[in-house]
Nanobody
Framework: QVQLVESGGGLVQAGGSLRLSCAASGSISSINAMGWYRQAPGKQRELVAT???????NYGDFVKGRFTISRDHAKNTVYLQMNSLKPEDTAVYYC?????????????WGQGTQVIVSS
């Protein structure tokens, strides 16, 4: 079992910045990927940014260039630096990781952290 502990969400004015952190702990053998998804009220969950164990990144269409994902492998922690925030970025942000043990794949989600960008 893997636990994901998030921090850094909150209220910010448009144009401001936030840095989200997500630390993974528990039974971790190998992490295939860690990243962030978000979900606004009435909307589907969408990709924000992910990073594979090899360092490859993938960003959502509307956040690339403003957001940056990074990882501290020693601490099993992933960060999301969010700059130039817009009101449309308001959503619950979920940390996600996929781990492997032998041939088994496991997906874990954080509890979600609220990001509110005031207009």
């Amino acid at each position: 079992q893997v636990q994901l502990v998030e921090s850094g969400g909150g209220l910010v004015q448009a144009g401001g910045s936030l840095r989200l952190s997500c630390a993974a702990s528990g039974s971790i053998s190998s992490i295939n990927a860690m990243g962030w998804y978000r979900q606004a009220p009435g909307k589907q969950r969408e990709l924000v940014a992910t990073m594979t164990g090899g360092g490859s990144t993938n960003y959502g269409d509307f956040v690339k260039g403003r957001f940056t994902i990074s990882r501290d492998h020693a601490k099993n922690t992933v960060y999301l630096q969010m700059n130039s925030l817009k009101p449309e970025d308001t959503a619950v942000y979920y940390c996600h990781t996929q781990t492997m043990r032998s041939v088994w794949k496991y997906d874990y989600w954080g509890q979600g952290t609220q990001v509110i960008v005031s207009s």
